[in-house]
């Protein structure tokens, strides 16, 4: 198995609801990571997570909430968001980097498209 | 945060021509990766570049490294209608090992290959 996961592919919340995105791999990574983008943008890094624990937070509002509950699952817990967070949310994994070997490809999943009202 | 600047931001070519989109970056980094995407959906990892490497081949793709100028280019040779997609280029500066990596990407080119 060498994809990446996401659901739901499109997602409609108000801005009081309480939803999640979820994301899934089983390649083995050990580090999965969390970005958004706008339409016309590159994607934009909001967390990465390695073995399980939050590593890099970008200074994301607390309306998202990530959670890693094992090594094959990522979610991301969505709360009183604003319709400026409408967006495509990407879900990446990637092997760990123990010693300088230079780094590793991301395997990234299709993708939530995310529409706040 | 964006890493750096590519250009151009769109290119349009005829079914066979090649392709070159170039990448400029601002910080150190330990590699260089190069990504598509089709349509606003996943990205596809094309090829990855580390910093003490200059020259990269992958089927049609060809990347360079310069890291002097801070700067890479991906060549697409013969290219084909299926070609068409937003090309990112990304680059990786994780600092401490074991976690994870932190890939910041380019503001990238949209291909147009014409049949």
């Known amino acids: 198995d060498t994809e990446v996961t996401q659901t739901p592919k499109h997602l409609v919340m108000g801005m009081t609801n309480k939803k999640s995105l979820k994301c899934e791999q089983h390649?083995?990574?050990?580090?999965m990571y969390w970005y958004k983008q706008k339409a016309k943008k590159p994607p934009e890094l909001m967390f990465v997570?390695?073995?399980?624990?939050?590593?890099i937070n970008e200074s994301v509002p607390s309306r998202f909430s990530p959670e890693c509950p094992n090594s094959s699952l990522l979610n991301l817990h969505l709360h009183a968001l604003q319709p400026e967070d409408s967006a495509l949310y990407l879900c990446?994994?990637?092997?760990?980097?123990?010693?300088?070997?230079?780094?590793?490809?991301?395997?990234f999943g299709s993708g939530t498209r995310l529409t706040v009202v | 945060s964006q890493q750096g600047e590519e250009d151009p931001q769109a290119l349009s070519i005829q079914e066979g021509e090649n392709a070159t989109m170039n990448c400029s970056y601002k910080?150190?980094?330990?590699?260089l990766q190069w990504y598509r995407q089709n349509s606003g959906r996943g990205l596809v990892h094309l090829i990855l570049?580390?910093?003490?490497?200059r020259e990269k081949h992958s089927g049609r793709l060809r990347v360079t490294l310069d890291t002097s100028k801070k700067s890479s280019s991906l060549l697409i040779t013969a290219s084909r209608a299926a070609d068409t997609a937003s090309y990112f280029c990304?680059?990786?500066?994780?600092?401490?090992?074991?976690?994870?990596?932190?890939?910041?990407f380019g503001q990238g080119t949209e291909l147009s290959v014409k049949p």
């Open positions: 570049i580390r910093s003490n490497e």
């Open positions: 990304a680059t990786d500066s994780y600092m401490i090992y074991n976690q994870g990596g932190k890939l910041i």
């Open positions: 390649m083995g990574h050990r580090a």
């Open positions: 990446a994994s990637s092997q760990v980097d123990f010693v300088d070997r230079g780094g590793y490809g991301y395997t």
């Open positions: 910080t150190s980094i330990n590699n």
């Open positions: 997570y390695s073995y399980e624990k939050l590593s």
